[in-house]
């Protein structure tokens, strides 16, 4: 395939994706922080499906270690299929969705607002179904999205999420790195993985490790994996992986242990370097020494955005790993771009 994929160019597009959403959705940030201020709420929950909710947990972790709330994924089911109401009149509610006119979804977020939490729509469609059931709407303003795979979306709807987020509890630092994303992408995305890809030729079956917001990246990564590429990946804590699914890391098992520069960087990297150790084929995105093979990664000089910028360089990878392995990432089978479940 010589001209490039959708894919990449929307990955190649995401540091001005970003540019768009912080110049277009500021104000919005900073009215729905407010609001969130003046709500106070106990908890908070998140509504997404997908990538949209891996953004989501990404968020929960970025909440609970900055606002110090506890913050629940609530199945759409719960609304949309069983017709339950849940008592959310002190939480507030994050619903993700590019197209935002997922039933199942806007089902949800809409008896969340009636039940009298604050509703908080993050999507890529102005005016969709889902900005009509909410009390705010953060505009991504990402333009078409044309490959199945989201990325610039994705990496969009975080950032959403962290803008509100920084100006809710006034964090200076967090909004000062956010701003600074752009530029730290744009040299995420040149960050050299294939190495990485030659290793797994081969192989069908990996272990994606991260830990706090990163574990949030490598849920997305191991999606991805599946989505462009029909390798069978599965999503691990670092701390968790020891408790059981160690089992089948045998010699020569794939391992991608995506390590961000915060309080679980050590872990994260110590856990990649004992599986290598025990002949798995590992690979980390850490400076910190051992048996596995660092990949190059491009920090951001902060706790909670730096797994972000991993998730960058891991779609150039898995882009690229896909053509390898003469799929077009653009279509895979089985799938098409908006999924709407009720």
């Excluded at 994050?94 to 997922?102: E, L, P």
Aim: net charge negative; glycine share 8%; charged share 20%.
């Amino acid at each position: 395939m010589n001209e490039k994929t959708y894919m990449r160019r929307e990955i190649e597009e995401i540091p001005q994706a970003v540019e768009r959403l912080l110049s277009g959705s500021r104000e919005s940030f900073i009215s729905a922080g407010a609001a969130l201020r003046e709500k106070d709420p106990s908890m908070v929950a998140t509504i997404a499906r997908g990538s949209s909710d891996h953004a989501s947990a990404f968020l929960k972790y970025a909440i609970e270690l900055t606002a110090g709330l506890p913050v629940a994924s609530i199945g759409p089911s719960v609304m949309s299929i069983y017709g339950k109401e849940l008592k959310l009149q002190r939480a507030a509610a994050i619903a993700i969705s590019q197209s935002g006119k997922s039933p199942d979804i806007v089902a949800m977020a809409k008896s969340a607002h009636e039940s009298g939490a604050l509703t908080i729509a993050v999507t890529n469609t102005a005016g969709s179904p889902l900005t009509v059931a909410s009390d705010f709407t953060i505009d991504l303003f990402s333009g078409t999205e044309k490959s199945v795979a989201a990325t610039k979306t994705f990496v969009s709807s975080v950032i959403a999420g962290l803008g509100v987020l920084g100006h809710w509890v006034d964090d200076k630092a967090l909004l000062a790195s956010i701003d600074g994303l752009p530029e730290v992408f744009a040299k995420a995305i040149e960050c050299d993985w294939s190495a990485f890809a030659e290793a797994l030729d081969g192989h069908q079956s990996l272990y994606v490790l991260g830990r706090g917001p990163s574990l949030a990246i490598a849920s997305e990564a191991a999606l991805k994996f599946k989505e462009t590429c029909g390798i069978h990946a599965e999503a691990y804590s670092s701390a968790e992986v020891m408790h059981g699914p160690v089992r089948i890391v045998e010699e020569g098992y794939a391992i991608l242990a995506l390590a961000a520069r915060d309080a679980a960087e050590k872990s994260t990297a110590e856990m990649a370097h004992k599986l290598a150790g025990q002949g798995a084929l590992s690979y980390v995105t850490s400076d910190i020494p051992g048996a596995a093979t660092r990949l190059p990664f491009a920090a951001t000089g902060h706790p909670i955005t730096d797994a972000l910028s991993l998730i960058v360089s891991f779609y150039g990878f898995v882009e690229a790993l896909s053509r390898r392995r003469g799929f077009n990432p653009d279509v895979p089978p089985n799938l098409k771009k908006v999924t709407e479940t009720i």
